[in-house]
């Protein structure tokens, strides 16, 4: 029995592993603070649990297989039936059709699809190193993403579909792609916007999209609950309001406090004291992450562990931004904080084969690397 529980955690980064937890229990402690009757805080525990019993087996094993393009291909076409599948026949909860109720708990395709992208674009762009430069692999692997983007564009789930877009951007240039012909992608895609803008679009269709971008303008409308967002986040001064003291949150100004709205929620209880405490804990995920792909014995290790960084990442600063006022509201959840299973249990189920990638380093992985900043990968 001693030995196999040596084996489960030979090869743990526990830095990586403790911050990411620590995020997960503050999430917690910040349902928790709203009301004694909620069911988010018991369901979260069960969640947490459950992410916690997957990550360790899935660091046990070996995901050679991702590099074969049957296995790949096979999994991103699954996820985008389901993806078309749930335009048809998902649940819609607040407007947007993006789950499947199943009963007891909800099934988000979105969630699996980023990971299964980064593995995609992974195996794409680790057998064409060579040839990185040419325009086509940009056409490429924006058309996978894209097929994934427009699916969920269309539930609508904004939040996820930019996370899938900026991890395409984000590990293209990883890649080593010209930033000449990205240059010119964006200059066209600036072109076409604009003459949608001018041409095409009726007037009520760009005040949909004004309020969009800015929706402080509308403080009583579309723009609510951006403004008790903010109100919330600034309301937390330097040490907070205190747990379970935050009269937005607890008083149900501000909504889907739970998901969508949790770093408001956690900034008014915690301060600014408690956001540097959380965005120290991200800081090391991410950077644990990175020398992992430092470190990676392949180009398919290293563009993989560098796809998840992306993913989280970037998901922390669009959720961070909208919760402050800085991004139009998108619906998009905290990384390990916010409550859901889908989410959860993808973002553990890439912690535990970033562990497996680990255990198969090119080079031993010690305390040393907590340093280690990654310039390039």
Known sequence: MISGFARLCKGIDWFLFGAAFAISILGLMTMRSFSTENSFFEKQIIW???????????????????RRTKIVVGLYAIVLALLALILAFG???????????????????????????????????????IEIAHIRHILVSGAYAFALFALIFLQ???????TIAVIWLGMVLVAGISWKHLAVLGLTAAIVVTGLWHFALHPYQKQRILTFVHPLADIRGAGYNAYQSTIAVGSGEIVGKGVGYGTQSKLQFLPEYQTDFIFAAYAEEWGFVGVILLLGLFVIVITRILIIARHGRDNFDTLFAAGVAIYFASQFMVHVGMDMGLLPITGTTLPLMSYGGSHLLTEYLALGMLMSLRRHAKLPLGVRDTTELVGAV
Request: hydrophobic fraction near 50%; avoid cysteine; charge should be positive.
């Open 91 to 129: 649940a819609i909860v607040k407007g947007g059709q993006n789950r499947f109720n199943l009963g007891f708990f909800a099934v988000q395709p979105a969630d699996p699809a980023k990971l299964i992208l980064a593995a995609l674009l992974s195996k794409y762009f680790a057998r064409r190193h």
């Open 156 to 162: 609508p789930d904004f939040g996820s579909g930019i």
């Open 48 to 66: 947490i649990t459950l992410a916690v019993l997957l990550f360790f087996p899935v660091s046990l094993g070996d995901y050679g297989f991702l």
